[in-house]
């Protein structure tokens, strides 16, 4: 998994990061495990030059490459007109997810998705940070409403076990880290739903040096 990608097509002064480094750890980890997922905690815009003058298309393209499964929308993808971000859903060969921004009263976009993994059915739902309409250009954000994450989460967890009867339900989250980073974190979140069996989490920028248990 990763986040807060934010146009970074090259490496940076160090030789550090970039898409050719992650498309090769990519490669090595489907070559030594069978089953893969991968998975896009949001912000793939605002970064380099390069990026952001092709509006992420370059980027995407090379996610379509290395088979991202799933994307959370990110809050920086409100940075575009939606315009472009709806070229941009065009151009990805994997679904964004969000189970709390609606646009006229509807879901703007998918709530979840369901993939078979090594003989599992696992749910995999988004989650944006709500306070995505202060972050973001109020003209860009203006068709949309972000609900209150919390509630999102259980309602869209519920569906996952009782409907769908998955096996394993992964939140992969655009909502931070810790206190400070967002007003529902993704610690606050994990307490107050049960159900959710992993979290993918981006938007605080978290250097984790392992996973954080809840509960």
């Known amino acids: 998994h990763f986040n807060d990608y934010h146009g970074q097509l090259a490496a940076d002064a160090n030789g ?11 490669a090595s980890v489907r070559k030594a495990n069978k089953n893969v997922l991968l998975l896009n905690a949001g912000d793939i815009n605002t970064g380099s030059m390069v990026s ?14 290395i088979g991202v499964d799933v994307m959370t929308v990110g809050n920086h ?27 006229g009263g509807a879901p703007a976009f998918l709530h979840y998705v369901v993939k078979t993994v090594g003989g599992l059915k696992v749910g995999i739902f988004g989650l944006t940070t709500s306070d995505t309409p202060v ?11 972000f609900t209150d994450e919390i509630e999102a989460a259980r309602e869209t967890v519920r569906i996952l076990r ?15 880290l ?34 954080v248990m809840s509960g």
């Open 16 to 26: 550090q990061g970039g898409i050719a480094a992650m498309a090769g750890y990519v």
């Open 52 to 65: 952001d003058k092709n509006n992420a298309l370059p980027d995407i393209e090379i996610f379509n490459q």
């Open 77 to 103: 993808e409100f940075d575009k007109a939606p315009e472009v971000m709806a070229a941009q859903i065009a151009a990805s060969d994997f679904p964004w997810i969000s189970a709390n921004i609606r646009k």
């Open 135 to 145: 972050k973001a250009h109020p003209l860009k954000v203006a068709e949309y409403d």
């Open 162 to 176: 009782e409907l769908e009867q998955v096996n394993v339900v992964i939140g992969l989250f655009h909502t931070g």
């Open 178 to 211: 810790g206190e400070g980073s967002g007003p529902t974190p993704s610690d606050k979140i994990a307490a107050a739903v049960p159900g959710i069996d992993l979290i993918v989490d981006g938007h605080s920028h978290t250097d984790m040096a392992e996973p």
